[in-house]
């Protein structure tokens, strides 16, 4: 392990360094009948802060997200955003989910109208909200297209144009490029950052890739264990606005070898006990 590689593992915290936080999870823990999924999760994200998330696949990453955004009751624990505590699904929290989650019977238009009428906007507002977020995720001309006649990448688009359209404060992100080419990926990727330069918001982005786990992330938490809960807190140390230039630098390739030989503790653990 290099210097430099040391270095971010010792600066692994769970807290923010010096921002207050928009999102204070303590003592967070889920069961599904006897299925216990995670316990005694603790964390703090700071305003403007992006966190990501890697672990093994079933080890409760979606699970954690719906928990945050108030759609799952936890079994023990608090959730905060600001002041309020988060008992159900709140205004200024909004969540892109793994698998679209798009309204089948609704046009590109409604579906993002749709998470805006929720949230109180009044019909002006939505007349001028929709078009200007459909057109900044780039499905300017799509307005009136049906999921079923979009791309997996476009619908994705319209998932997160409707998460953007309602300006929250926190923006929970559940593997929102999992199901796009490797280009779209990209192109998504810079978009939302730079969308996020625009207007940094608080951010959990949950993803398997660890490129992009590093790319997104001012810090990655890796969630393992069963139950799981956030067993390493990797600090990136790379500086905004992150661009493709990013991806060439050597801190860069060092702390995705730090999350990556991470999470092959892990996978090798498991290995283990499957070969005994
Ligand atoms: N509604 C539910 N009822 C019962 N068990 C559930 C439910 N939702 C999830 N689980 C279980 O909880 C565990 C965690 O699931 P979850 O979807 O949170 O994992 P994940 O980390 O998001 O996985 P992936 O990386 O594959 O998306 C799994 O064992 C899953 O089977
Ligand atoms: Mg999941």
Known sequence: ?????????????????????????????????????????????????????VGPSGCGKTTLLRCIDGLLSVDEGEIWCGRERVTEPIAGMAMVFQNFGLFPWKTVYDNVAYGLRMAG?????????????????????????????????????????????????????????????????EILQFELLRIWEARPTSMIFVTHSIEEAVLMGDRVFVLKGRPSNIQNVITVDLPHPRTRETLREARFAELRELVWSTLMIEAREAEFHLGS
């Open 121 to 185: 906007a009044t019909a002006a507002q939505i007349a001028e909200q929709v078009p200007r977020f459909i057109k900044l995720v780039g499905l300017g001309g799509f307005e009136q297209a049906y999921p079923y006649q979009m791309s997996g990448g476009m619908q994705q688009r319209c998932g997160l144009a409707r998460a953007l359209a309602v300006q929250p404060n926190v923006l929970l992100m559940d593997e929102p490029f999992a199901s796009v080419d490797a280009q779209t990926r």
């Open 1 to 53: 392990m290099t210097a430099a590689v040391a270095q971010g593992l010792a600066a692994t915290t769970a807290q923010p360094a010096g921002s207050p936080a928009s999102i204070r999870v303590r003592g967070l823990s889920k069961r599904f009948g006897t299925l216990e999924v995670f316990r005694g999760v603790d964390f703090d994200l700071g305003e403007r802060e992006i966190v990501t998330i």
